[in-house]
Structures are given as C-alpha cells and as structure tokens.
C-alpha cells in the first residue's frame, strides 16, 4: 500500500472514495503548470527573431536555444518519475515548480546565448520533474474509476492544447513587450503552484523503495538524449552519417539500460509491467498518435503560412481552429468508454482520426480554408479521443506507488513518437518535394523556406504544388499510424469496464 500524509491521509472506506471539491481544486492547480510546461516546447518560435537581434546567437546555438529543453525534458522524464516514488511525488512538484520558477526569470534575464542555452536546460529539468508527477498524483487524488478517467481526459486535452497555445501566447506577448515576456509568464503558475500544493496535494511514495539507481539514471539519459537528437536531425538534414551513429549509440545504451533494469532489486522502470498488454499496449498507441500529430504540425504550420500567406501570429490563431476537436472528441471518448468496451471506443477514435488525415490528402493550393481546419479538427478529436482512453487505462495498470515511473515511461514514448514523427513523415514531404521541383533552380529545390527567397513567378507557384502534395502523401502516411494505432487498440487494449485492471503489487505488500 502507499504511504500518504498531508490532507487526504487516513481514508480507511472499504469503498473508493469520490473527489470532492478539494481535490478537484487540487487537479485545477497542477493542470496550470502543466500548461505552461507544454507550452515551452513551441513558445520560442516567435521570439527567436527578437533573440536572435539582442543577442546574436549562432545558427548552431540558435537550433541549440529552441531544442535544449525538449531534449533534457524528454531525457530526464523516467529518472525524475522513479525520482517521484521515492521521495514522494508532492516535494518532487514542488522541487519542479522551484526549479522551473528560478529558471524563467534567468532565461527572461539572459544576456549571453550560452547562459540561454543553459537555463533552457535547467527549464527542462523543472518540466521533467512536473510532467510525470502530475499524471502520477492523478492517480491517488481520484480513486473512483469514472472521475480518474475524467480527470486523465482533461490532463491529456491540456497537455495536447499546451503545445498549440505556445506560438499564440509569444506572438501576443511580442506585440507588446520584449521577448523576456514569453518566461516571465510562468511565474505567476508556478507561485501559486508552491503556495497551494502543500496544503492540497497528498505526499506519496513508495513505503519500500530500495535505494535509487543512479547508474542507471545516467544510462536512460545517456540513451534517450542521442536517440531523439539524431531523429531529430534526421528530419532536419536528411541521412548523414552522425545522425545514424547518434541513433545507433543511443539504442546500444537504452539496450544496456534495459538489461540492467532486468538484473537490480530496484530498477527504476517496471519491465513486468511493460510486458503487460494494457500498459504497453498502451504506450505504443499513443507513440503512434503522437508521431502522426508532430509529423503533421509542421506540414501545416508552413501550408498557412508560406503557401496561403499568413503572417505567422494569424497562423498560430487559426492553428487553434483544430483544438475544438479536441475539446469536443475527449469527452465523447470518456462517456462512450463507460458503456462499450475501451479498446474498440479507442479504435474507433483512431479510424475518425484517419479519416480526418485521408481528408487532407485532398488539400490543394487553392483549398478553402475551412477544409483544411475541420479536415484537422476531424483527426484531433479521433485522436485526443483514443489517446485519453490510453492514458487512463495505463494509469490504471500500474500499482500506486509506481504511477510515478509508470506516467514517465508512457510520457517518454510520446516525446519518442514526436521526433519520429518529425523525421519520418518530414522525410516523406522533403522527398516529394524535390521531386517536384526537380527542374527549379538549386536554390530552390531544398525547402519551401528557400524557394519563396530565391523562386519567382512559375518557379513558386511549382514549388507551393510539390510542398502541398508533400503534405498529401505525409497525410496519407499518418492516416497509416492511425490504422496500426487502431489495430493495437483492437488486438491488446480490449478491456471492459466491468474487468478491473488487476494491480502487479504482491499479496500482502
């Protein structure tokens, strides 16, 4: 059983107890920083321009400035979730919020492109250090079956609208004050976040945990790091030997992390319970939503700007138009998962997302915008659909006291999934392109960016129909993910919602 203090310590009913106004007070604070810690991921697109003329950073450290804190919060999310259960997931929020509050007003403050750089990682250590624990609390502040599913459909619809709402809170932000502003923000979150927590969060943890692993704390950062920075770099600049070397080592690494946390009393990653089709089953669908999503983000962020000429403030506005679906399809998920089975409720999800993508196989240049956002606003609410289901249903296939490490690794698949996504459905669009613009002058041939630089007259209008059917077979591509996303929900996800997930703790523990 789990050791908890605080608040909601000392409940003995022999029933699960519903949430009452407390803890959904207490779910309403940790949604906000999660919030602000999806939002950083993309929130710096706006503001490189204005960074870039203060403090003239490099290209190299301009790409090191925007990746830095994706990069270390994806490496450190199984550490800082073993972390959690260990030391009790309440002072891990809090030691998160601290961090990720002192970080925003250094990067705010920053005068040096290095010191950027550099607090862009300590912001990546904080958002690890919350991320996971704000899933994993979920877990103890809700005990009844139908609340948690609901509590874990608005934590996924957050987190999905997070990263969304970044380029649209920078570009107002930039209208009207410096580009320190897009940090400055957090503060507020997060002060409220330290003031509340102790009085509303529990404090939970293993009561048991063994000694913490830091070999292989350093083994999972040491592999995850180089895995997602080569796919990443894959999808930028194509094939280049580094890039695979990057991969290949990262893999090796994660291998020998793997087989390490087969042979210790205390791994920090639960291998039995990955074996566990619910759980994996799990994990690998929402890799395959995630990765389709990514992929497709940056298809059309370039479709309203470069080919239908919106400024990027207006592109970021009408990039929200899709997140309805999402406010729309998690709801309608959760209520039908109550009564048929999950696991063809998430099928279903996933067949409306691909439908959404086999609409935008049909995009043109001269497309009506309407077509394209509810073309959009299809996949998002099939897809945000299924993948709060698969949430729900991971959480609850992990005992309590390791919701922690459970939340971390299903949180690392998704980080996985969205540089795959980058790189793979990038790679197919940058491949049609080329081809289509195999006649364009050099200049022009490498990216849509270039050709409005250097093309002209029938050259662009060339390039515009090699990028949008780029973005037709990237579509159909992620239409695919969504099938075999389908297929997992179908062939390991089917589970009634008579049949409790059984718990992996022993007797008597």
């Given at each position: ?69 994706g990069f270390v919060l994806a490496g450190l999310l199984i550490t800082m979730g073993a972390l ?100 400055l923000i957090n503060l507020p979150a997060m002060l409220l976040l330290l003031i509340l927590a ?83 089953g799990a994990v690998l669908a929402n890799l395959f939503a995630i990765a389709a999503t990514v ?215």
């Open positions: 059983m789990n050791t908890i203090t605080g608040p909601l310590a000392g409940r003995t009913d022999p029933a699960p107890p519903r949430a009452g106004r407390r803890e959904w007070t207490a779910f309403a604070v940790l949604m906000l920083p999660l919030l602000l810690v999806s939002m950083d991921v993309s929130i710096l697109y706006f503001a490189i321009p204005f960074i870039s003329e203060d403090i003239a950073p490099s290209s190299t450290e301009q790409l090191w400035i925007l990746d830095m804190y959690g259960d260990r030391i009790g997931r309440r002072r891990l929020v809090l030691a998160g919020a601290a961090v990720f509050g002192v970080a925003s007003v250094a990067a705010a403050y920053a005068d040096s492109p290095q010191l950027l750089i550099a607090v862009r990682a300590l912001l990546g250590v904080g958002g690890a250090a919350l991320m996971p624990s704000t899933l994993a609390l979920i877990r103890n502040l809700f005990h009844d079956d139908r609340q948690r599913a609901q509590a874990v459909t608005a934590w996924t619809g957050v987190m999905t609208v997070g990263i969304s709402f970044g380029p649209v809170v920078s570009g107002a932000l930039l209208e009207h004050f410096w580009w320190g502003s897009v940090f102790p009085v509303l969060l529990p404090e939970v943890k293993q009561p048991v945990a063994g000694r913490f692993d830091w070999p292989s704390a350093v083994l999972s950062l040491a592999g995850l790091l180089p895995v997602i920075q080569g796919v990443k770099q894959l999808a930028r600049d194509g094939v280049a030997l580094t890039s695979v070397l990057a991969v290949v080592a990262g893999l090796a690494i994660l291998y020998v992390f793997v087989r390490r946390q087969s042979r210790i009393a205390h791994p920090l990653i639960d291998l039995e319970l990955l074996r566990r089709r619910t759980f994996g992929g497709m983000a940056v298809f059309l962020t370039q479709y309203l700007q470069s080919v239908l000429g919106k400024s990027p403030l207006d592109a970021a506005l009408w990039s929200l138009v899709p997140a309805a679906g999402a406010f729309a399809g998690a709801p309608s998920g959760a209520a039908l998962a109550r009564r048929f089975d999950r696991g063809t409720v998430m099928a279903v999800g996933f067949a409306v997302s691909a439908c959404g993508f086999l609409a935008l196989t049909r995009v043109r240049t001269d497309s009506p915008l309407w077509f394209t956002l509810t073309a959009c606003a299809v996949y998002t609410s099939g897809l945000v659909a299924a993948m709060a289901l698969a949430n729900e249903l991971a959480l609850g296939a992990a005992p309590p006291e390791r919701a922690g490490s459970a939340a971390a690794v299903l949180e690392s698949g998704q980080e996985l999934g969205g540089a795959l996504g980058m790189a793979v459905l990038g790679s197919v669009g940058a491949a049609v392109y080329r081809h289509g613009m195999a006649d364009a002058p050099a200049a022009a041939r490498e990216t849509l960016g270039a050709a409005l630089v250097s093309a002209r007259g029938r050259d662009l209008t060339t390039a515009f129909d090699a990028f949008t059917r780029g973005l037709d077979l990237a579509a159909f591509c992620a239409a695919g993910l969504m099938a075999g996303a389908g297929a997992l929900a179908l062939g390991l996800l089917r589970v009634r919602r008579s049949e409790r997930v059984p718990s992996l703790t022993p007797p008597g523990r």
